[in-house]
């Protein structure tokens, strides 16, 4: 009898240890009511652009209370570089630069419930140029084209690529 007893008790143990392991386990997405609500933008920043979460809303972030939360972004742009004799010159010679690709600092955010509210640019990522040589400073971006652009939430990747038509390198 005491070995029924025993045998439930562990049996009731490993499936309530399950169902807990289960139940923390994450699936973010986002969960606006209406996909126009998601904003993301472009702002002219020195020497590049930094690309904003605006506004979104994600759930199925299971247990968890803080959330780490980072910006990444793919693009193509042209970079203006210029050699130390030509920066302040009426009419420089520009040399070109290189493709862009980057990711923002994780930012710690509070997560209610499952769900997570980003807003106010707290989640960005910057575009800057680099220069092919390092003498060279730069001195524009141009012609930005985001080719995939996601959130990382606790290491778990959400695209943003339906909202890229909102970003305007202008």
Known sequence: MKARILSFALVL???????????????????????NDVRISARSIDGGYRICIDYVRITGLGNASSVAASLTVAATADVTCLSPGQ???????????QSIGATGDTEYLTASNGNLVIQGCSVYVDIVGSCKNKNQTVAGISNVNVSNIY???????VSLNEYRDQLNFD
């Open 87 to 97: 920066v302040g010159r009426d009419n420089p010679n520009p040399s070109p630069g």
């Open 151 to 157: 959130l990382t939430l606790n290491g778990k990747t």
């Open 13 to 35: 143990i490993a499936l309530f240890s399950f169902e807990s392991a289960f139940a923390q386990k994450a699936n973010p997405k986002i969960s606006n009511p209406d996909k």
